[in-house]
């Protein structure tokens, strides 16, 4: 990937790249995702999961998401870096969530699959 991370051209290379993700069904949901912390302040986007493959990803504000996700920037670029695994960051909260948390689970399941 060579777009700036969390810009609007890494989303779209991060949504491009998912496409040729076989569907898994059942993984599905709308995600507010906040980061704070970065070099211009706080980053918000939103991402749509229909079974297992990432629909859409845009910056700016979903209304109405099944789950918010907050994340400091320096953790974030440590899950794009595979340094930290989403999970592991989500049990030491390092990635806070509210909203619907079984589906929070579920996609940690597949969070490889989102994360260049």
Do not use: C
Not at 85 to 105: H, I, S
């Amino acid at each position: 990937m060579t777009a700036e991370f969390l810009s609007q051209e890494w989303l779209d290379e991060v949504r491009e790249r998912a496409e040729a993700e076989p569907e898994r069904p059942g993984v599905t949901a709308k995600l507010q995702v906040s980061i704070s912390g970065t070099p211009t302040g706080e980053v918000r986007s939103y991402w749509v999961v229909e079974d297992g493959r990432l629909r859409d990803a845009q910056l700016g504000v979903l209304p109405e998401p099944d789950l918010e996700l907050t994340v400091q920037y320096a953790d974030a670029l440590a899950i794009r870096r595979g340094e930290l695994d989403a999970n592991v960051a989500y049990m030491r909260g390092r990635l806070k969530a509210a909203g619907d948390t079984g589906k929070l689970l579920r996609l940690l399941q597949h969070a490889h699959l989102w994360t260049p």
